[in-house]
Protein backbone atom coordinates (compact mmCIF):
# COMPACT_ATOMS: atom_id res chain seq x y z
CA UNK A 1 0.00 0.00 0.00
CA UNK A 2 1.46 3.53 -0.49
CA UNK A 3 2.15 5.58 1.94
CA UNK A 4 -0.14 8.66 0.24
CA UNK A 5 -3.40 10.22 0.45
CA UNK A 6 -5.92 10.23 -2.70
CA UNK A 7 -8.23 13.03 -2.88
CA UNK A 8 -11.47 12.11 -4.77
CA UNK A 9 -14.80 13.23 -6.40
CA UNK A 10 -17.27 14.19 -8.27
CA UNK A 11 -16.53 17.41 -10.61
CA UNK A 12 -17.03 20.18 -8.83
CA UNK A 13 -16.96 18.92 -4.93
CA UNK A 14 -13.75 21.18 -3.86
CA UNK A 15 -11.16 18.83 -4.30
CA UNK A 16 -8.78 21.12 -5.92
CA UNK A 17 -9.62 24.17 -3.61
CA UNK A 18 -8.73 22.09 -0.28
CA UNK A 19 -5.64 20.44 -1.74
CA UNK A 20 -4.01 23.55 -2.63
CA UNK A 21 -4.96 24.75 0.71
CA UNK A 22 -3.20 21.60 2.42
CA UNK A 23 -0.24 22.10 -0.04
CA UNK A 24 0.21 25.85 -0.71
CA UNK A 25 0.26 24.50 -4.06
CA UNK A 26 -1.36 25.83 -6.59
CA UNK A 27 -3.70 23.39 -8.32
CA UNK A 28 -5.67 24.24 -11.51
CA UNK A 29 -9.59 25.26 -9.72
CA UNK A 30 -12.46 26.21 -12.07
CA UNK A 31 -15.78 26.04 -12.07
CA UNK A 32 -16.18 23.69 -15.06
CA UNK A 33 -15.78 19.52 -14.94
CA UNK A 34 -12.21 17.71 -14.94
CA UNK A 35 -10.39 21.06 -14.46
CA UNK A 36 -7.94 18.44 -13.04
CA UNK A 37 -6.37 16.26 -15.72
CA UNK A 38 -3.32 14.83 -14.31
CA UNK A 39 -2.79 14.47 -10.61
CA UNK A 40 -1.18 16.52 -8.63
CA UNK A 41 1.51 15.88 -5.73
CA UNK A 42 1.81 17.77 -2.96
CA UNK A 43 3.83 17.25 0.40
CA UNK A 44 2.28 18.46 3.55
CA UNK A 45 4.04 19.34 7.13
CA UNK A 46 2.17 16.94 9.55
CA UNK A 47 1.45 19.71 12.73
CA UNK A 48 2.27 18.48 15.95
CA UNK A 49 2.09 20.73 19.21
CA UNK A 50 4.93 18.25 21.12
CA UNK A 51 7.31 19.28 18.17
CA UNK A 52 6.24 23.19 18.75
CA UNK A 53 6.63 22.44 22.50
CA UNK A 54 10.04 20.44 22.63
CA UNK A 55 11.45 23.54 20.79
CA UNK A 56 10.48 25.48 23.29
CA UNK A 57 12.79 23.23 25.75
CA UNK A 58 15.21 22.61 23.06
CA UNK A 59 15.42 26.06 20.88
CA UNK A 60 17.44 24.27 18.14
CA UNK A 61 19.04 26.32 14.91
CA UNK A 62 16.42 24.35 12.56
CA UNK A 63 12.94 22.68 12.93
CA UNK A 64 11.97 19.80 10.68
CA UNK A 65 8.39 18.73 10.75
CA UNK A 66 7.03 15.04 9.88
CA UNK A 67 5.35 15.19 6.32
CA UNK A 68 2.36 13.14 4.75
CA UNK A 69 1.74 12.84 1.07
CA UNK A 70 -1.54 14.14 -0.81
CA UNK A 71 -2.99 13.62 -4.49
CA UNK A 72 -5.28 15.50 -5.91
CA UNK A 73 -6.94 13.36 -8.82
CA UNK A 74 -9.32 14.03 -11.78
CA UNK A 75 -12.96 13.86 -10.92
CA UNK A 76 -14.80 10.95 -11.55
CA UNK A 77 -18.51 10.28 -13.15
CA UNK A 78 -20.89 7.60 -13.23
CA UNK A 79 -19.55 5.73 -16.29
CA UNK A 80 -16.04 6.27 -14.95
CA UNK A 81 -14.92 2.24 -15.20
CA UNK A 82 -16.21 2.39 -18.70
CA UNK A 83 -14.04 5.42 -19.52
CA UNK A 84 -16.08 7.94 -19.29
CA UNK A 85 -15.27 11.27 -18.25
CA UNK A 86 -10.89 10.79 -17.36
CA UNK A 87 -12.11 7.39 -15.85
CA UNK A 88 -9.49 5.69 -16.97
CA UNK A 89 -6.85 7.95 -15.78
CA UNK A 90 -8.71 8.21 -12.45
CA UNK A 91 -8.78 4.96 -12.06
CA UNK A 92 -4.87 4.33 -12.50
CA UNK A 93 -4.17 7.00 -10.16
CA UNK A 94 -6.08 5.97 -7.25
CA UNK A 95 -4.74 2.64 -7.19
CA UNK A 96 -1.69 3.75 -6.49
CA UNK A 97 -2.85 5.55 -3.28
CA UNK A 98 -2.65 4.29 0.13
CA UNK A 99 -6.25 5.52 1.79
CA UNK A 100 -8.73 7.61 0.08
CA UNK A 101 -9.97 11.06 0.95
CA UNK A 102 -13.36 11.32 -0.63
CA UNK A 103 -14.52 14.76 -0.95
CA UNK A 104 -18.25 15.02 -1.07
CA UNK A 105 -19.98 18.55 -1.70
CA UNK A 106 -22.29 19.61 1.68
CA UNK A 107 -22.79 23.16 0.34
CA UNK A 108 -25.50 24.89 -1.47
CA UNK A 109 -24.28 27.25 -4.00
CA UNK A 110 -26.19 27.90 -7.40
CA UNK A 111 -23.14 29.54 -9.11
CA UNK A 112 -20.96 26.38 -8.86
CA UNK A 113 -22.21 24.11 -10.93
CA UNK A 114 -22.89 20.11 -9.44
CA UNK A 115 -22.37 17.79 -12.60
CA UNK A 116 -26.04 16.12 -11.26
CA UNK A 117 -27.33 19.72 -10.73
CA UNK A 118 -28.51 19.46 -7.34
CA UNK A 119 -26.80 17.97 -3.83
CA UNK A 120 -27.27 15.05 -2.86
CA UNK A 121 -24.38 13.73 -0.65
CA UNK A 122 -25.87 9.90 -0.57
CA UNK A 123 -26.22 9.74 -4.19
CA UNK A 124 -22.44 11.21 -4.92
CA UNK A 125 -21.30 8.96 -2.52
CA UNK A 126 -22.92 6.33 -3.75
CA UNK A 127 -21.93 7.00 -7.52
CA UNK A 128 -18.47 7.07 -6.45
CA UNK A 129 -18.26 3.68 -5.02
CA UNK A 130 -20.72 1.68 -7.80
CA UNK A 131 -17.75 3.08 -10.24
CA UNK A 132 -14.72 1.86 -7.75
CA UNK A 133 -16.61 -1.65 -7.68
CA UNK A 134 -17.31 -1.90 -10.75
CA UNK A 135 -13.94 -1.36 -11.64
CA UNK A 136 -12.74 -4.03 -8.98
CA UNK A 137 -14.81 -6.49 -10.11
CA UNK A 138 -13.23 -6.34 -13.81
CA UNK A 139 -10.01 -6.92 -12.02
CA UNK A 140 -11.55 -10.07 -9.92
CA UNK A 141 -13.38 -11.56 -13.28
CA UNK A 142 -10.42 -11.51 -14.94
CA UNK A 143 -8.19 -13.40 -12.20
CA UNK A 144 -11.32 -16.32 -11.81
CA UNK A 145 -11.02 -16.94 -15.51
CA UNK A 146 -7.19 -16.88 -15.11
CA UNK A 147 -7.15 -19.08 -12.14
CA UNK A 148 -9.87 -21.49 -13.46
CA UNK A 149 -7.43 -21.83 -16.69
CA UNK A 150 -4.34 -22.26 -14.46
CA UNK A 151 -5.99 -25.12 -12.45
CA UNK A 152 -6.85 -27.81 -15.41
CA UNK A 153 -2.51 -27.70 -15.36
CA UNK A 154 -1.47 -29.83 -12.89
CA UNK A 155 -2.81 -30.86 -8.88
CA UNK A 156 -0.52 -27.77 -7.44
CA UNK A 157 -2.56 -25.60 -9.71
CA UNK A 158 -5.54 -27.27 -8.76
CA UNK A 159 -4.85 -26.97 -5.22
CA UNK A 160 -4.47 -23.42 -5.30
CA UNK A 161 -7.32 -22.45 -6.69
CA UNK A 162 -9.01 -24.54 -4.58
CA UNK A 163 -7.95 -22.26 -1.85
CA UNK A 164 -8.13 -18.83 -3.86
CA UNK A 165 -11.40 -19.43 -6.35
CA UNK A 166 -14.12 -19.41 -2.90
CA UNK A 167 -12.75 -15.92 -2.10
CA UNK A 168 -12.30 -14.16 -5.41
CA UNK A 169 -16.15 -15.70 -5.98
CA UNK A 170 -17.49 -14.37 -2.59
CA UNK A 171 -15.75 -10.93 -3.93
CA UNK A 172 -17.18 -10.74 -7.38
CA UNK A 173 -20.25 -11.71 -5.54
CA UNK A 174 -20.27 -8.72 -3.33
CA UNK A 175 -18.60 -6.28 -5.56
CA UNK A 176 -21.52 -6.76 -7.80
CA UNK A 177 -23.92 -5.73 -5.23
CA UNK A 178 -21.83 -2.61 -4.50
CA UNK A 179 -20.57 -3.38 -1.30
CA UNK A 180 -16.48 -2.10 -1.07
CA UNK A 181 -14.67 -4.97 -0.19
CA UNK A 182 -12.69 -2.91 3.32
CA UNK A 183 -16.40 -3.90 4.43
CA UNK A 184 -16.24 -7.27 3.81
CA UNK A 185 -13.71 -8.14 7.10
CA UNK A 186 -11.82 -10.41 5.67
CA UNK A 187 -8.18 -11.76 7.14
CA UNK A 188 -5.32 -10.76 6.76
CA UNK A 189 -4.05 -13.93 5.01
CA UNK A 190 -7.46 -13.31 2.68
CA UNK A 191 -6.30 -9.82 2.02
CA UNK A 192 -2.68 -11.12 1.43
CA UNK A 193 -3.69 -13.61 -1.47
CA UNK A 194 -5.44 -10.99 -3.53
CA UNK A 195 -2.82 -8.16 -2.63
CA UNK A 196 -1.28 -8.19 -6.07
CA UNK A 197 -4.65 -7.26 -7.44
CA UNK A 198 -4.61 -3.75 -5.88
CA UNK A 199 -8.07 -3.49 -5.39
CA UNK A 200 -9.23 -0.14 -5.09
CA UNK A 201 -12.48 -1.21 -2.30
CA UNK A 202 -9.61 -2.26 0.11
CA UNK A 203 -8.27 1.38 0.72
CA UNK A 204 -9.75 2.85 3.69
CA UNK A 205 -11.68 6.17 2.96
CA UNK A 206 -12.07 9.54 4.89
CA UNK A 207 -14.90 11.16 4.00
CA UNK A 208 -14.57 14.95 3.78
CA UNK A 209 -17.45 16.82 4.00
CA UNK A 210 -17.22 20.45 2.56
CA UNK A 211 -19.86 23.17 3.76
CA UNK A 212 -20.08 26.51 2.80
CA UNK A 213 -18.82 29.62 4.52
CA UNK A 214 -22.50 29.99 6.16
CA UNK A 215 -22.51 26.77 7.68
CA UNK A 216 -18.93 26.92 9.55
CA UNK A 217 -20.58 26.23 13.64
CA UNK A 218 -24.19 25.52 12.00
CA UNK A 219 -26.27 22.53 11.82
CA UNK A 220 -26.08 20.18 8.64
CA UNK A 221 -28.15 17.78 7.21
CA UNK A 222 -25.72 16.62 4.48
CA UNK A 223 -23.09 16.31 7.07
CA UNK A 224 -25.07 13.92 9.31
CA UNK A 225 -26.37 11.84 5.97
CA UNK A 226 -22.06 11.51 4.82
CA UNK A 227 -22.06 10.53 8.50
CA UNK A 228 -24.29 7.99 8.49
CA UNK A 229 -22.56 6.54 5.75
CA UNK A 230 -19.15 6.56 7.23
CA UNK A 231 -20.57 4.81 10.81
CA UNK A 232 -21.78 2.10 8.77
CA UNK A 233 -18.22 1.17 7.05
CA UNK A 234 -16.18 2.60 10.64
CA UNK A 235 -14.94 5.31 8.30
CA UNK A 236 -13.91 8.53 9.51
CA UNK A 237 -15.87 11.83 8.93
CA UNK A 238 -13.56 15.66 8.74
CA UNK A 239 -15.82 18.66 8.23
CA UNK A 240 -13.83 21.57 5.97
CA UNK A 241 -14.84 24.75 4.69
CA UNK A 242 -12.71 24.35 1.34
CA UNK A 243 -13.20 28.48 0.37
CA UNK A 244 -12.25 29.42 3.95
CA UNK A 245 -9.39 27.18 4.16
CA UNK A 246 -7.90 28.34 1.01
CA UNK A 247 -8.46 31.61 2.20
CA UNK A 248 -5.79 30.82 5.14
CA UNK A 249 -3.58 29.17 3.96
CA UNK A 250 -3.17 32.46 1.41
CA UNK A 251 -2.62 34.33 5.03
CA UNK A 252 1.79 34.99 5.32
CA UNK A 253 2.26 34.39 8.97
CA UNK A 254 1.31 32.39 11.74
CA UNK A 255 -0.45 34.97 13.82
CA UNK A 256 -2.54 36.43 10.79
CA UNK A 257 -4.10 32.64 10.57
CA UNK A 258 -4.43 32.12 14.06
CA UNK A 259 -6.57 36.46 14.20
CA UNK A 260 -8.89 35.23 11.37
CA UNK A 261 -9.50 31.49 12.86
CA UNK A 262 -9.99 32.88 16.18
CA UNK A 263 -12.40 35.74 14.60
CA UNK A 264 -14.62 32.53 13.02
CA UNK A 265 -14.90 31.01 16.16
CA UNK A 266 -12.45 27.92 15.75
CA UNK A 267 -9.21 26.74 17.20
CA UNK A 268 -7.75 25.33 14.48
CA UNK A 269 -7.74 24.81 10.73
CA UNK A 270 -9.88 22.19 10.05
CA UNK A 271 -7.35 20.93 7.68
CA UNK A 272 -4.78 20.00 10.40
CA UNK A 273 -7.78 17.10 11.72
CA UNK A 274 -7.18 16.03 8.16
CA UNK A 275 -3.84 15.63 8.01
CA UNK A 276 -4.00 14.19 11.26
CA UNK A 277 -6.32 11.41 10.78
CA UNK A 278 -4.64 10.51 6.73
CA UNK A 279 -1.63 10.11 9.18
CA UNK A 280 -2.91 7.94 10.94
CA UNK A 281 -4.79 5.88 8.44
CA UNK A 282 -1.91 5.28 6.66
CA UNK A 283 -0.58 3.81 10.22
CA UNK A 284 2.09 6.20 10.59
CA UNK A 285 3.26 7.13 13.84
CA UNK A 286 6.21 10.06 14.76
CA UNK A 287 8.95 9.78 16.95
CA UNK A 288 12.09 12.71 17.60
CA UNK A 289 15.72 13.30 17.73
CA UNK A 290 16.48 16.48 19.89
CA UNK A 291 19.33 18.92 19.63
CA UNK A 292 20.77 22.53 19.75
CA UNK A 293 21.08 22.12 15.90
CA UNK A 294 17.79 20.46 14.78
CA UNK A 295 14.88 19.39 16.10
CA UNK A 296 13.19 16.76 13.94
CA UNK A 297 10.15 15.18 13.46
CA UNK A 298 10.30 11.16 11.87
CA UNK A 299 8.18 9.31 10.10
CA UNK A 300 7.70 5.49 10.57
CA UNK A 301 4.73 3.06 10.56
CA UNK A 302 3.02 1.45 13.83
CA UNK A 303 5.23 -1.45 15.06
CA UNK A 304 8.60 -0.36 13.34
CA UNK A 305 11.53 -1.05 15.74
CA UNK A 306 14.67 1.01 16.58
CA UNK A 307 16.94 -0.28 14.16
CA UNK A 308 14.18 0.63 11.44
CA UNK A 309 13.39 3.52 13.11
CA UNK A 310 17.13 4.76 12.94
CA UNK A 311 17.51 3.81 9.26
CA UNK A 312 14.50 6.80 8.54
CA UNK A 313 17.65 9.00 9.52
CA UNK A 314 20.69 7.18 7.12
CA UNK A 315 20.48 3.44 6.37
CA UNK A 316 24.09 3.44 8.39
CA UNK A 317 22.16 4.01 11.45
CA UNK A 318 20.51 0.92 10.74
CA UNK A 319 23.54 -1.45 9.82
CA UNK A 320 25.41 -0.64 12.25
CA UNK A 321 22.47 0.12 15.36
CA UNK A 322 23.73 -1.07 18.80
CA UNK A 323 20.98 0.49 20.72
CA UNK A 324 18.94 3.66 21.54
CA UNK A 325 18.67 5.74 24.25
CA UNK A 326 14.92 6.61 24.25
CA UNK A 327 12.37 8.92 26.83
CA UNK A 328 8.92 9.73 25.45
CA UNK A 329 7.99 13.43 24.77
CA UNK A 330 5.62 13.69 27.89
CA UNK A 331 8.68 13.11 30.12
CA UNK A 332 10.78 16.30 28.46
CA UNK A 333 7.58 18.07 29.11
CA UNK A 334 7.16 16.99 32.82
CA UNK A 335 10.68 17.58 33.45
CA UNK A 336 11.54 20.79 31.71
CA UNK A 337 14.93 18.89 30.60
CA UNK A 338 16.82 16.16 29.43
CA UNK A 339 19.52 16.23 31.87
CA UNK A 340 16.26 16.46 34.18
CA UNK A 341 14.39 13.03 32.55
CA UNK A 342 17.55 11.37 32.66
CA UNK A 343 18.44 12.12 36.50
CA UNK A 344 14.40 10.72 37.61
CA UNK A 345 15.55 7.43 35.27
CA UNK A 346 12.86 7.81 32.93
CA UNK A 347 15.81 7.91 29.87
CA UNK A 348 16.60 4.24 29.03
CA UNK A 349 18.38 2.23 26.80
CA UNK A 350 16.82 0.03 24.14
CA UNK A 351 17.69 -3.01 22.15
CA UNK A 352 16.83 -4.04 18.19
CA UNK A 353 13.42 -5.53 19.63
CA UNK A 354 12.34 -2.25 20.89
CA UNK A 355 8.86 -1.35 19.24
CA UNK A 356 9.03 2.55 18.73
CA UNK A 357 6.17 4.35 20.60
CA UNK A 358 4.68 7.11 19.09
CA UNK A 359 6.48 10.29 20.39
CA UNK A 360 9.19 8.40 21.96
CA UNK A 361 12.38 11.00 21.55
CA UNK A 362 15.37 8.47 20.55
CA UNK A 363 19.47 9.07 20.41
CA UNK A 364 20.82 6.02 18.54
CA UNK A 365 24.03 4.89 19.24
CA UNK A 366 25.79 2.69 15.65
CA UNK A 367 28.90 1.61 14.37
CA UNK A 368 29.84 1.22 10.64
Known sequence: MGLNCGIVGLPNVGKSTIFSALSNA??????YPFCTINPNVGIVDVP??????????????KTIHATVEFVDIAGLVAGASKGEGLGNRFLASIREVGIIAHVVRCFEDDDIIHVSNKVDPLSDIETINIELALADLE??????????RMSRLDKESAKQASMLLPLLNLIKEKLSEGVA?????LSEEQLELIYDLHLITTKPVIYVCNIG????GQE???????KEVAEKENSQVVVVCGKIEAEIAAMETKEERQEFLEALGLENSALDQLIHTAYKTLGLRTFFTVGDIEAHAWTITSGDKAPKAAGTIHSDFEKGFIRAEVYHCEDLFTYGSEQKVKEAGKMRL???EY????????HFRFNV
Open 26 to 31: PAEAAN
Open 213 to 216: EDDI
Open 181 to 185: IRNLN
Open 220 to 226: NKYIELV
Open 48 to 61: DPRLDKIITIVPPQ
Open 139 to 148: SVEKRIFKVE
Open 355 to 362: VVKDGDVM
Open 350 to 352: EGK
